[in-house]
């Protein structure tokens, strides 16, 4: 779903953005470090050698879903591979039940089998961006738009990707503003919203933006993906001049606000879109390698104390 974004293009899209939507509040290299995640290393998915993105790792450890390239010229869509090994994944192709006339990205899967990606192909008239279907570890079927009260009001913000709970019953959704037919290379704002499951229906938190205030301060925020006890989140934040940069969130309980992100700094270059193991033992991430995003595993750092999370 999201363009690259290079520096040239972050230095021009910069210009023309507000500067409170894309100004990192805390200057280039400001912000708090963290080594939660080290030693990240290329994944090697047997039988592809395209364009690999958005990585999302089941949360049995068995499959590793992605996108191709979601280049505006590209038919970008999702894929899946099964795991053979730490660094190694054999290629199963794209998933059946998910992809169709325009962009399926930005995969997500909870406990029970609930998978969640991104679609524009009835955005146009209805301004609904999220799917939802059953995986079986084969195919997903029954996708269409999620059920709720999470939906734009307005053509150019759209429900860019989302990131689901464990428990199937928190999606946090990254809510993007777009010039309406002007083709800028980014958004203009983004930020991250919690949407609770009631009744078999989403609707946002009432108190999503005290518990995200201090993950929205700054850049364009995207990519969320949550820990199983919901205590950590991890985001993609991109600004001027930094960059973009994955970053964790930390608090005490489930419900809390979350206190002030922190770089993952292992996790050096340009980086996008991480999503945690189920045992919070690896991270997977896309990274620009020679001009390609290629997927990356990086491990949890076991000697970091908790109070340092």
Request: charged share 25%; proline share 7%; aromatic share 10%.
């Amino acid at each position: 779903m999201r363009a690259p974004l290079s520096k040239t293009l972050l230095a021009a899209v910069a210009l023309l953005l507000p500067a409170a939507a894309w100004a990192n509040p805390f200057g280039f290299g400001g912000e708090p470090k963290s080594d939660l995640y080290i030693d990240p290393q290329p994944v090697a998915i047997e039988g592809y050698d395209g364009v690999a993105m958005e990585p999302f790792i089941s949360p049995d450890g068995r499959f590793l879903f992605f996108n191709n390239s979601n280049d505006r010229r590209v038919h970008t869509t999702i894929r899946f591979a099964r795991r053979t090994g730490l660094l190694t994944f054999q290629y199963l192709g794209e998933l059946p039940g998910v992809n169709g006339e325009g962009l399926s990205a930005v995969p997500s899967l909870d406990g029970q089998g609930r998978f969640y990606f991104t679609t524009l192909r009835e955005y146009p008239r209805t301004l609904k961006s999220v799917y939802a279907g059953v995986f079986d570890g084969k195919q997903v079927t029954g996708a269409g738009p999620v059920e709720g009260e999470i939906w734009p009001r307005h053509l150019g913000a759209v429900n860019l990707d989302v990131g689901i709970s464990l428990d199937g019953d928190i999606l946090y959704i990254s809510r993007a503003w777009f010039i309406p037919f002007v083709p800028l290379p980014a958004p203009i704002a983004s930020r991250l919203m919690v949407a609770r499951r009631r009744d078999g229906r989403f609707e946002i938190d009432a108190r999503s933006d005290e518990m995200l205030g201090s993950v929205n301060r700054g850049g364009l925020v995207y990519a969320p993906a949550i820990s199983p006890d919901g205590r950590e989140l991890y985001f993609t934040r991109a600004s001027f001049p930094a960059g973009m940069r994955i970053m964790v969130a930390t608090r005490a309980a489930e419900g809390a606000p979350f206190g002030e992100p922190r770089v993952l700094s292992a996790l050096s270059g340009k980086v996008e879109a991480p999503s945690v193991s189920n045992d919070l033992k690896e991270l997977f991430f896309h990274k620009d390698v020679a001009g390609s995003w290629k997927i990356f595993r990086a491990r949890r750092n076991e000697a970091v104390r908790q109070a340092d999370r």
